[in-house]
Structure formats: C-alpha cells, structure tokens
C-alpha cells in the first residue's frame, strides 16, 4: 500500500519527536538547576533571610513532608483547589450548554460573566467573609467564583466548535439525548476541557493561597501567614514548592488522561 | 408504477430564514415525486439547487415549510425516532468520527440501535473486509486515505442494513481512478442488498451508470426532467437522454420524455 493520506512521513515524524518535548525531561532537570545554583550563589552575597541557601531551603521542604500536621496542610489546600475547580467545571457545564443552545441565554449570560472577570480574587475573599460563616465554604466560594468565567468561555467555545457535519451525520441515525451526549458530545468537548482544567489549575492555585490568608486555620496559605509573621524565607519558600508540586502533580496526571484520551489525534498535531 | 410508495413528496416547499434578516431563501418549490420500493433514482442538479434539503427532508433533519413527505406512511420529522436504523446516508465528505477507529464507526449505527458489541463489531468487521479494508479494522480516520475514509463511511451506512439509502455525491471528493473503482462496488452492494436508494450527483455519466430512474432539479428544487432508464438501453437512446440532460441543465426549458415511464406527479 502506498502511503496513506494523513500517514505521517519520516520527516514529520522526526517533527513530532521534537515537538513531543514537552513532557518533564532531562533539560527541566538542569533548568531548575541552574535556578537553584543561581539562587545558592546568590545567598552567598545576600542577608540570609533574604536569601536562605539551598540546602536549608531542602531540609525545610523535607520537614514539611515528613510531618503529619504539614502533610495535612499540603492536602487540604490541594482538597481546596480541587474542589472548587470541580464545582466550577459543573456550573460552568451547566451555564455553558444552555447558552450553546440559546443566543438569547447567551446574550444574558455573557455580560455578567465578563463583569464577573472584572472582580478581583481578593474583592471574593471580602465578599465571602461578609456573606458567609464556614471557612471551607467561604474558600469554596471563592474558587468557584474566580474560576467560573473560564470553565464556562471554555466549555462553551469547545461545544460551539463541534463540526456541523458530524452532529448531522450522527443525528441522521437517530440517537437518544444521552447516546448523542456519549458518542458525539462529550468526545468533541474532552480536548477543551482538559485544556479549561490544564489552565484553570495554575489560578486556582494562586487564588486558593489568597483565599487562606484571611481566615483559613490550616493549608498552604495558612502557613505561608505564618512565615511572613516571622519573618522566615526559607519556610516560605519551602511552601510555595509545595504548591508548585502539587500543581505539577496534577497538571502530570491530567496530560497522562489527556495522552490516553486524545491518542486518536497524536499523528495529526505532531505533524502539524 | 407496481412497486408500493416508499417515498412520497407532495408539494414539498423549504425556505430557509437569512441570518442578517433578510427575505427568506426557498431552497425548494412545490417538489411532488414518488418513489417505490427497491427503485435506485439518480437526482442530477447544479449545485445550489436544493438537492441536499430534499435529503435533510427524507431523512427527517429538516420541516417542510409547506407540502408533505411521507415516508414509509410516516412523517420523517414527526416520527423522527421511528426511523431508527431504517435510513442509511452517505455523505459527500466521510464524515468519520476521528476518535472512532474504522470498526467503531462501522459499528456507529448498530451501537445506536443497541445491538451487543460483540455482535456490532462482527458485522462491522465483515462489511470492513467487503469493502477491501481488512487489517485496518482499529485504523484511526487521520491514518487512512481518502478513498480507504470513504469505504468505511460506506460501510457505515451498509452495516445498519437500512431500507432506505441515501447517497450524496459519495464519490465526488475522490480522485477519478479511486472513485471508479469505489463506484463500481458500490452499485454491486445495492443491487445486493435491494434498498431503495436515491443518488444526488454532478456527473450525467454516473447518473447513467447507477439510477434506475433519473430526476433532474432546476433551482429552486423542483423537477425539469425526469425518465427512466430500460435495461438494454441502446447507446442512441442513452445520447439522447444525456442531451436532454445537458439541455436542462444549461439552463433549457424543462423536458419530459415522452418515451420513459415517468412516474413524477411533479407540478
């Protein structure tokens, strides 16, 4: 057989291996070596509680892993982001399907989501510590609401980007609402909204500190206060890499669903 | 004509409505045809001349603005679900789900009308290998050629063994060698499976080749000729259909042949 329509060749294969680098290999290894050798030679020439060294920054870290009260802390801010991601991926579904379907909807709904982009994370978090009693809701609140717009613009774009001549074609074999759903729905919307959490992870976890700064007892942004109250750069920064692992952690395991997922695809954009 | 109605258009009209609100655009006039049982038709028509509607009209995705189809003695739009794996389309484009692998989209049709996976994936497999793609069973769309896409929408619209086919322009976005040999399978399996089917085409040659029975639509769709085709046709005769053909689609007046059996109530 010749060589199929859509068949990559050797030459966009070799083009999809250097486009495939963008998974954790050695050349991150030796970026964040670098950061850290920078910072270590820093440390030499500035105040230590301005700079701490590396490997005190290390021990702090592992300190952190290796107490249950800093474990606990860990995963309760991480419970928090995921939580409130999730809650905002299902309003924003919700919000976003009806508006797929109905310009009048839509014409309701955009403007209030766009003034909803205009509040800042922390204006929430007063907000929420007016209106509302328990930590976890307020926090809870928070998230939904500085993440909403995003889920929702994203489902929304990836519904509308659904080509007309499948949902024809499927259509024309008659499915039930839920059959439509599974076999041509939901696979058309999966990219977007892998790409909604993939991005929406990386505020959360930015928004879900401010939120624990004022009033949480435990987490993430409940430590991070308490450094800052004395004065402690090492400890800081041994938090924050806590939440930047934790981000990683998932962004890791959303592109492992995504790579299985979208395997159907991986010829296509390597060629591209 | 001995063959029960399958289909039925009576005064058929669809307009559509213009985004910008402007007058609505009639895409089909006043179109009356029958069609029986098991009859093959070709439909002929330059592009833009509401072919494709009256395909959305039969199967049910469009409403007549006026007029009434009925097919099978049911209201395709009305009883949208009863048609339920008894109307089969071939698309013009393959219109292959690209996170399906071949044998899942064969399978499409079948899994919509719950038939067991095992069972589903059987048959798609052996209309797979019907059609000269065995081995390509669990192929991604993107890693299969354009005629090799084709088949397997073929496929797909086979497997669901439907009474009625549906077939526009299948062969139209291949190229000239692809396109005769897949045409040529592809009038075999009709006459295999015994469907009624209806043929939209540009090419006067391939309406030729396949229809029983030819309708050609002027703009708005309606019928400006119409014949049908006797087995053992001499050539002579067959040149003079083409050039009726040519005439009413270079824009001539509307012809009928008085030497076909014309089964057309059009008004």
Known sequence: MTLAQGEPSDRARRAGNRFAVTGFRYEGFVALAGLAIVWEIVSFFVPHFLFPSVPEIAERLLAIFTSWRSIADALATSARILAGLGGAFLLGTILAMPMARSATFARYTYPLLNFNQGIPALSWVVIAIIWFRGIEFRIFFIMVMTTLPAFTFQVLDAYRAMSKDLFEMTLSFRPTRLDLFRTLIWPTVLPGILTAWKVNLGNASRVVVVAELVGATGGVGYELLQQQQIFDMGGAVAWTLVLVIFVLVVQGVITLIETRALRYRAFAEHAL | ?267
Not at chain 2, 136 to 142: G, I, Q, S, V, W
Not at chain 2, 224 to 244: I, K
Not at chain 2, 245 to 264: F, P, Q, Y
Request: hydrophobic content about 40%; charged content about 25%.
């Open chain 2, 1 to 267: 004509m001995s063959a029960p109605a399958e289909i039925l258009f009576e005064h058929v009209s669809k307009a559509f409505s213009r985004a910008d609100g402007g007058a609505a655009f009639e895409a089909v006039h006043e179109l009356s045809f029958t069609i029986g049982r098991g009859e093959l038709v070709a439909i002929l028509g330059k592009t833009g001349c509401g072919k494709s509607t009256t395909f959305n009209l039969i199967s049910g995705l469009l409403r007549p603005s006026a007029g009434r189809v009925v097919v099978q003695g049911h209201d395709p739009f009305a009883d949208f679900a009863w048609f339920r794996g008894k109307i089969g389309i071939i698309f013009q484009n393959d219109r292959l789900m690209p996170w399906r692998t071949a044998i899942e989209n064969v399978a499409l049709s079948l899994e919509l009308n719950k038939m067991p996976q095992k069972e589903r994936l059987a048959i798609a497999a052996s209309w797979l290998a019907r059609l000269g793609l065995s081995g390509h069973e669990h192929d991604y769309p993107h890693a299969l050629s354009g005629g090799m896409r084709q088949r397997v929408s073929i496929a797909r619209a086979f497997a669901g063994k439907p009474d009625i086919l549906l077939c526009d322009e299948p062969f139209s976005a291949l190229d000239e060698h692809t396109g005769n040999a897949l045409r040529e399978e592809f009038c075999e399996l009709l006459r295999q499976t015994g469907a009624t089917s209806i043929f939209i085409t540009h090419s006067i040659e391939e309406a030729l080749e396949l229809g029983e029975r030819l309708m050609v639509f002027e703009r708005p769709a309606r019928i400006a000729y119409e014949t049908t085709l006797r087995a053992g046709m001499s050539e002579q005769e067959r040149d003079g259909v083409r050039g009726r053909i040519r005439e009413v689609l270079s824009g001539g007046t509307a012809a009928s042949d008085a030497g076909a059996k014309n089964s057309a109530v059009n008004s």
